[in-house]
């Protein structure tokens, strides 16, 4: 579980984050919704131990970061798996070897026993044949499964995907938010997921947070997220006329 | 003071370089990788370059001497003097700032566009370790490059001057072996020891820390050839006035 207390986070004059508070709870997927510009990216990075707030504070497992020593700092980045938007696979090293490389990085495994678990989360990606192919020679949507798998090689407690569906047409983006979503409940992780895509929201979304101009606007599950009078949220969730239809036929449905 | 902040930044890149090292086991095959990419690959150019430029300063120093009172060994000198103290150490190395240092700049930078080094920190790893310092111990066998260098621009020199006709071979190594003067080498390789932690440490700063895609990863990549030229061109004449002045 991740708990995310009252934090602000500034650069130079620019005022991003202005105080947010909410959980994310353990085994659920939690997605983090807004506008460009809303300070999604800076919370994801505050999540992540990049970017350090400079009131409030993040709690993992109840472990407030601030108080932890370098040397326990480290053991937690190693406890986060992160799946970045563009894929951010090392382009100089095969399948194989960007899922093998947190392995190698950490664990005194030997080379076979790490074979043994690349082959396993490879396959558990559903990616069998693609071990000696380089990140180019893949798709963009075998290049996310390789990001996941490699997130996910070390066993991690918590799993962050910055926009995970970015460019993906929309059948390989519904696999792989279907693939996040079995992962974290078979591994029992805390996931957070950066999002703008509004199929991911009503697909996969446990727990939504909604960011507006760096405040926690509004925060609910996915079945709540219909019924909502927030302006800004429904303004925002129900921008396409599809959406306003779709929005309209479950309060119908429910009346 | 953009300048000086970016001096700050320098001193502190180097300083995190040292810091939370890398796996031996990994490092030890970066180092070999990168020992390939920026020395064994590097070694063509480097040969090329010199042996002609060794052969250019035996025919210019030939045609200047006029003066049927100055010996012909004096060419296999005066190349030897030239190669040895300025060509291999200085220009070898301005050469090396664009074709070594912009492979940095651009390979670094584009891992910087492409979140690869946020994926590196995210795991925990010390990037700066992980990408610079292996390339600084590469370029601790740039000394190796630049002996080929000295040997091959002789080498031209004697070719050129030889079979030029300027000189008997004879002479040319006579002139070789004049007043010659053990610390010009050591001379010669502390400035090229010196100006391959430039090569390595400054392409990387322009590299690991740019900002915007790729047309700035080749902005970058010019901006580092040109730090790194200016910066061993006041390193060469703060060494030649300390260890020769």
Not at chain 1, 14 to 36: D, M, P, R, W, Y
Not at chain 1, 114 to 120: F, N, S, Y
Not at chain 2, 42 to 57: D, E, K
């Amino acid at each position: 579980m991740i708990e995310v207390r009252d934090i602000h986070k500034s650069f130079g004059d620019a005022h991003i984050l202005k105080g947010v508070t909410t959980t994310f709870e353990k085994g659920k997927t939690n997605l983090i919704i807004g506008q460009s510009g809303s300070g999604k990216t800076v919370f994801l990075k505050c999540l992540l131990g990049l970017f350090i707030p400079e009131e409030g504070g993040i709690a993992y497992d109840g472990k407030l970061y601030t108080d932890l020593t370098n040397d326990e700092k480290r053991d937690l980045r190693q406890e986060m798996g992160m799946v970045f938007q563009g894929s951010a696979l090392f382009d100089s090293m095969t399948v194989e070897g960007n899922v093998m490389f947190p392995l190698e990085m950490f664990t005194k495994q030997s080379k076979s026993e790490m074979k043994d678990r690349v082959d396993a989360v490879l396959k558990r990606v559903n990616l069998i044949d693609a071990h000696h192919k380089f990140p180019s020679e893949i798709s963009g949507g075998m290049q996310k499964r390789v990001a996941i798998a490699r997130a996910i090689v070390m066993n991690p407690k918590y799993l962050f995907c910055d926009e995970p569906n970015s460019g993906l047409d929309p059948k390989t983006a519904i696999l792989i938010d279907d693939l996040i979503k079995e992962i974290t409940e078979e591994y029992n992780i805390t996931t957070v997921i950066n999002t703008h895509d509004m199929n991911s929201v009503m697909q996969i979304g446990e727990k939504i947070i909604f960011l507006k101009d760096g405040l926690l606007e509004w925060e609910g599950t996915k079945n709540e997220i219909f019924k909502t009078d927030n302006e800004a949220v429904t303004n925002f969730v129900y921008s396409s006329d599809l959406f306003k239809k779709v929005r309209q036929m479950y309060i119908q449905e429910q009346n | 003071m953009n300048y000086l902040a970016s001096v700050g930044s320098y001193a502190i890149m180097i300083r995190e370089v040292f810091k939370k090292p890398t796996k031996w086991r990994i490092m030890k095959s970066l180092i070999f990788k990168e020992i390939d990419e920026l020395i064994f690959s590097s070694l063509g150019i480097i040969i090329f370059i010199s042996f002609f430029i060794g052969a250019v300063v035996a025919i210019q120093t030939a045609l200047n001497l006029t003066n049927p009172l100055i010996p012909r060994n004096l060419i296999g000198f005066a190349t030897r003097q030239s190669v040895i103290l300025e060509f291999a150490p200085t220009f070898v190395s301005i050469i090396m700032a664009g074709k070594v240092g912009s492979y940095i700049t651009s390979s670094i930078g584009t891992m910087r566009v492409t979140e690869q080094i946020d994926a590196l920190e995210v795991m925990g790893v010390n990037s700066l370790n992980y990408l610079v310092f292996p390339k600084i111990i590469a370029m601790l066998f740039y000394p190796f490059a630049i002996a080929i260098s000295m040997y091959v621009g002789i080498f031209g020199g004697w070719m050129a001057g030889v079979f030029g006709g300027f000189l008997t071979s004879e002479d040319f190594i006579t002139g070789l072996q004049t007043d010659f003067v053990p610390f010009h080498i050591a001379y010669a390789f502390v400035k090229t020891l010196i100006f391959a932690f430039v090569i390595a440490t400054i392409p990387s700063f322009h590299g690991f820390y740019m900002r915007g895609g790729a047309l700035e990863v080749g902005k970058a990549s010019t901006t580092a050839f040109v730090w790194t030229s200016v910066v061993i061109i006041i390193l060469n004449y703060i060494l030649t006035q300390l260890l020769l002045g």
